[in-house]
T-cell receptor
């Protein structure tokens, strides 16, 4: 009954460091997404993958890259972290377009 | 881009009271969703609304998709301590034959505190 699993749960980086956030879902969903959550701004879409083998930019893609490794896994990479990327990152998935999203529990990233 | 205004930003209520929150948009949506987020966790779907005018209940929760397709409200009746959390509305728009792929527009959230 895992649903959407994100790792790590917490991470502290120094400016300029790189890291990859991992996400996996066990619901056989076709589409996966990365959002960031900042105080007072709700959630904003960074990148999404409509289906295995495809990725597209969302609302705030700058400074990020993604990889849809297989149907289950969708990773988010920060090549050179900046303090503006301090945020809580959520991965989500859904079975079909227009069906409700299921979210993971988030990765809390601090960039100093 | 589309803007969602969610209100109130926060609420402090006594256990047993009813709660009402709403979202308004500058443009229409095909779907309205209400999520709840507990501390340290991701948003969890409470109610999904797919049709203008639709009124849907889930236990003590009731939500409506506004007839103009530009607004939605969520009511919680007889609040209990475990209702504490952040409530988000989200709107989704797609056109016939098109896709929206997770392009949800989220409200800023309503922080609910319930005093026993």
């Amino acid at each position: 009954n895992a649903g959407v699993t994100q790792t790590p749960k917490f991470q502290v980086l120094k400016t300029g460091q790189s890291m990859t956030l991992q996400c996996a879902q066990d619901m056989n969903h076709n589409s996966m997404y990365w959002y960031r959550q900042d105080p007072g701004m709700g959630l904003r879409l960074i990148y999404y993958s409509a289906s295995e083998g495809t990725t597209d930019k969302g609302e705030v893609p700058n400074g990020y890259n993604v990889s849809r490794l297989n149907k289950r896994e969708f990773s988010l990479r920060l090549e050179s972290a900046a303090p503006s990327q301090t945020s809580v990152y959520f991965c989500a998935s859904n079975r079909l377009d227009q069906s409700p999203l299921h979210f993971g529990n988030g990765t809390r990233l601090t960039v100093t | 881009g589309q803007q969602l205004n969610q209100s109130p930003q926060s609420m402090f209520i006594q256990e047993g009271e009813d709660v009402s929150m709403n979202c308004t948009s500058s443009s229409i949506f095909n779907t309205w969703l209400w999520y709840k987020q507990d501390p340290g966790e991701g948003p969890v779907l409470l109610i999904a609304l797919y049709k203008a005018g639709e009124l849907t209940s889930n236990g003590r929760l009731t939500a409506q998709f506004g007839i103009t397709r530009k607004d939605s409200f969520l009511n919680i009746s007889a609040s209990i301590p475990s209702d504490v959390g952040i409530y988000f509305c989200a709107g989704q728009l797609w056109s016939a034959g098109g896709t929206s792929y997770g392009k949800l527009t989220f409200g800023q959230g309503t922080i609910l505190t319930v005093h026993p």
